[in-house]
């Protein structure tokens, strides 16, 4: 399994910006964040695969950006005109998922970190 540790949530304000980081041991074939809100099910938020093609959720496109800093082994979600609706915790995700899209079940992913709380106030 691969080690990931999240950081950078926090409260902020709707139409606020956050950057969450992803500390991971290794990479896999697909990256990936994931969020969960109270009372509703763990959804694939952004992806990114081994060669950098990014795939999001239709509610956050535009919005977020998914990234990796390779020499860091750090995966990064920018999130930007945050809504209350995106409250929830972040996850970080990976594994050699060949559907490396919002379409990947949440049981296709082995590693994950412990979360970070992300809060959007109105």
């Known amino acids: 399994q691969v080690h990931l540790v999240e950081s950078g949530g926090g409260s902020v304000q709707a139409g606020g910006s956050l950057l969450l980081s992803c500390v991971a041991s290794e990479y896999r074939l697909c990256m990936a964040w994931f969020r969960q809100a109270p009372g509703k099910e763990r959804e694939g938020v952004a992806f990114?695969?081994?060669?950098?093609?990014?795939s999001y959720v239709d509610s956050v496109k535009g919005r977020f950006t998914i990234s990796k800093d390779s020499a860091k082994n750090t995966l990064y979600l920018h999130m930007s005109s945050l809504k209350p609706e995106d409250t929830a915790t972040y996850y970080c995700a990976a594994d050699n998922v060949y559907t490396c899209s919002p379409t990947a079940l949440v049981r296709m992913f082995t590693s994950w970190g412990q979360g970070t709380q992300v809060t959007v106030s109105s």
């Open positions: 990114i695969g081994t060669y950098g093609t990014t």
